[in-house]
């Protein structure tokens, strides 16, 4: 059962930079797992953010950008502002028309 | 503008059964995959089920395999979900979202909540 890994929660300071995770829980996550990223503020649909690794989707700041860092996609958010505060889920490509999410990640800017 | 617009939801019983549907608008329907995604209350989201736009290859995740289809009909631009056997575990809000292929999910619709309790 492949497991896909994000920290449970981060905090940044507004102005900061963050760096958001997904990993694997056995292997490493390379650009074949097209990794994306959601955004999602409570009672809200998923926004989408970036996709095939680093490909920001229509009208994202960019600010948001993404990459693999090791062997892990990162999103990484520069110059956070208070309105980035939300849920950060990344969903991974398994082959076979299967994709599994991560468990999301709560950002707090303060 | 791209539009999905999920509907469908309610509150059933366990072992009941109940349709989704997701009417899209705003784009080729018949040229694009469509996904569900669902989220437990106060959980993640959970990728559920995928089907081609060329509607003969379905995927589901295990948790819903053999219990859930996923279906579409082009001429009625419209995404459904047949859910059967339910569980409390499938308690969720369902959201359908319109697929980047193998680069995940590009638009999303607004979600449908199911109960599933007694």
């Known amino acids: 059962q492949t497991v896909v890994t994000q920290e449970p929660s981060f905090s940044v300071s507004p102005g900061g930079t963050v760096t958001l995770t997904c990993g694997l829980s056995?292997?490493?996550?390379?650009?074949?797992?097209?990794p994306s990223w959601y955004q999602q503020t409570p009672g809200q649909a998923p926004r989408t953010l970036i996709y095939?690794?680093?490909t920001r989707s229509s009208g994202v700041p960019d600010r948001f950008s993404g990459s693999i860092l090791g062997n892990k996609a990162a999103l990484t958010i520069t110059g956070a502002q208070a309105d980035d505060e939300s849920d950060y889920y990344c969903?991974?490509?398994?082959?076979?028309?299967?994709?599994?999410f991560g468990g999301g990640t709560k950002l707090t800017v303060l | 503008q791209v539009q999905l617009v999920e509907s469908g939801g309610g509150v059933v019983q366990p072992g009941g059964s109940l349709r989704l549907s997701c009417a899209a608008s705003?784009?080729?329907?018949?040229?694009?995959?469509i996904h569900w995604v669902r989220q437990a209350p106060g959980k993640g989201l959970e990728w559920v089920a995928f089907?081609?736009?060329?509607?003969?290859?379905?995927y589901y995740a295990d948790s819903v395999k053999g219990r859930f289809t996923i279906s579409r009909d082009s001429s009625k631009k419209t995404l459904y979900l047949q859910m059967n056997s339910l569980r409390a575990e499938d308690t969720a809000v369902y959201y359908c979202?319109?697929?980047?292929?193998?680069?995940?999910?590009?638009?999303w619709g607004q979600g449908t909540t199911v109960t599933v309790s007694s």
């Open positions: 969903v991974l490509y398994m082959g076979s028309g299967i994709w599994v």
């Open positions: 089907i081609r736009n060329d509607e003969n290859n379905k």
């Open positions: 979202a319109k697929s980047r292929g193998e680069y995940g999910m590009d638009v």
């Open positions: 095939s690794t680093s």
């Open positions: 705003g784009f080729t329907f018949s040229n694009y995959g």
């Open positions: 056995s292997g490493s996550v390379s650009t074949s797992y097209y």
